[in-house]
């Protein structure tokens, strides 16, 4: 079969081109013209190098098609970090995918795609496939981004204490509006089990079984650590102002996921029962004000 290079380039071409733009709408990112063109450009010289010097197997067919995207997304989207890299590369691989999927079963199923005793493509099933491609792209697209975007918020928490550290995830959540009573400054709202390491073993079941500050401050007190005991109130929607139980760090250390470590001393950490759902697995949620 006679192969034309320069027309299997074009072709490849026009494809990136489309894909990348179409990818760049979904992700609601400006392509420069001129990248957008100079990323498809490579990205097709890459598959045509590829067609032309590797054997057509299924597992050469992934590796061409991942290698072969890479270009267009150094070059077209430039990623600024591992996180849009990941995100930017997703979703071109699904557009490709999914475009690329339907033109080729269109092609060898021209039967189903005509009217009978017709050559004219019926309009109703192209309209159909566009729509679930559509659902599919950007019902991703929302899940991804939320996932980094939580990922993002998220910062690596030390908690430092008579000695002992306990580590965690923290998650920055606007929904904190914590302050120690004394103080005035942020709080850091932590499950129990966070932080049970903390303390002494004979605490422990206190701490656990705590069902009011009072308990909790009867706990400290056993240990001669009123004073760094705290009852901080919080407002929860809808209801009376509650109280919770915490005490003062030593230091906190706080990595954020970019950015330079935060150390700070005597900060308030508020003990609560509850388990926060989130995607993330944290065990401390972080008040903004912390990072101002």
Known sequence: MTCYIDLLWAVNF??????????????????PPKRLLAGSAISSLAAVIFIISAPDTGINSYIYSIASLLPAVFISF?????????????????????????????????????FPQSEVYSIKPILIFAF??????????????????????????????????????????????LKDPLTGKPVIAANVHSVLGLFPE??????????????????????????KF???????FGEKTKYMAGFVSDFTEIVP?????????????????????????????LNPEIFK
Do not use: W
Request: aromatic fraction near 14%.
């Open 14 to 31: 026009g494809m990136d081109a489309l894909i990348t733009a179409l990818t760049g709408m979904i992700l609601k990112k400006s392509i």
């Open 78 to 114: 430039r990623p600024s970090d591992i996180y849009s890299f990941l995100k930017q590369f997703f979703f071109l691989y699904l557009t490709s995918f999914l475009l690329g999927g339907f033109i080729y079963y269109l092609m060898l199923s021209r039967d189903f795609y005509t």
């Open 132 to 177: 679930i491609f559509s659902a599919l792209v950007f019902s991703a697209r929302k899940l991804l981004t939320a996932y980094i975007s939580d990922r993002n918020l998220c910062c690596e928490v030390k908690v430092h204490f008579m000695g002992k550290t306990a580590y965690g995830t923290g998650f920055i959540d606007t929904g904190n509006s």
């Open 202 to 227: 004979q605490m422990f079941n206190d701490l656990i079984n705590s069902k009011s500050p009072a308990d909790t401050e009867k706990a400290f007190s056993h240990f001669n650590l009123e004073h």
């Open 230 to 236: 705290r009852i901080i109130p919080y407002i929860a």
């Open 257 to 285: 996921a970019k950015g330079k470590t935060i150390v700070i001393q005597d900060l308030t950490i508020g003990i609560t029962q509850e388990k926060f759902n989130l995607s993330t697995g944290s065990g401390f949620i």
